[in-house]
């Protein structure tokens, strides 16, 4: 893209302090949601902690309660809940916040797939927090209730209760995010369905040794924790591959790479004179001029590849931002777009102003196909 556009045009790139002005304006926001959710929950600070300590309490023996071994503690502690409660439920706010800063700089087929793991990965967070205060908490305190040694009245400090009982719900909200992680990673090309699946006795050994690590030392807590963890991974594996079979992409991009021949497939011959449509049925686009300059010099690299040449030309490297342009195509005329993508990517960082407007066109043209 040039490094100068007219203002007036909707796409041009502002510059890095405007981002820094918004940026500085949305955290502010945030800031005041936070805020606002704080100076509505502090009243009931006590009432909160109250709910957040029901499930310890209904275990306690008859004539056990829970103490504050520091002065400051029973202020403290429900300050510190209702401002983390705050937080927990400003979250769909705040994510919106981001969403608003990072979204103009995406492409349709990422806000496509960006919104929706957005507003499930909130969605699960919330459910991985239920499920640890309604199934857990209840079991895991009985069990440590029933553990306690004869003579000793277990008697819970608030504050070392309240830290206990955070780490869980973030153990258990983030476990309940596997789903979106699996997700982005096969989106992403890092990973395919099928090695996952590969995988599976090693990530199966791996989630009980987190629960192992998260919770107690009982096998019930243990497990709670691990058999939702595993069951989200294989809900995982059949998302990522509903994902690829809806956006068509090829399981494995590089089989696509390794099947493209030394000579591409011949591109549409264009008429003399402005921009012309593509002779592709399956594509109706129109081609910018930019594009037609750069599919210009292609074919004259083609040509230049299959053509006997001296050999002064024949020891002219190519543009390895011009291959990958070519490439692109080529995977895009297999049909593998997801392969295409990630050239194009390494286009928009690797290439000079005019390559990254080819790669911005193509991708554009990826979207709308």
Known sequence: MPLTTPPDDPGAEQPFISHLVELRDRIIRMLIAVGVMAMVLLPFANQLYTYVAAPLLAQLPEGNTMIATQVASPLLAPFKLALIMAVFLAMPYLLY???????????????????PLLVSSILLFYLGTLFAYYVVFPLVFAFMVGTTPEGVAMMTDISAYLDFVLTLFFAFGVAFEIPIATILLVAIGAVTPE?????????????????????????????????????????????????????RFAEDPGDSLSSVGSVPSPLPVAPSGGAVGCNDPDRSHTMTDTELERRDVRRATQVAQVTPTSDKSAETPIDPVEDKILRANQLRDLGNELAARQMLYQVLEEGDAAQRQVARNILTQLDEH
């Open 195 to 247: 090695g996952l699946v590969q995988k599976r006795p090693y990530v199966i050994v791996g989630v009980f040794v987190i629960g192992m690590l998260l919770t107690p030392p009982d096998v019930i807590s243990q497990t709670l924790l691990a058999v939702p963890m595993w069951l989200l991974f294989e809900l995982g594996i059949l998302l990522s591959r509903l994902l690829l079979l809806k956006g």
């Open 97 to 115: 916040q981001i969403w608003a800063f990072v979204a103009p700089g995406l492409y349709q087929h990422e806000k496509r797939l960006a919104l």
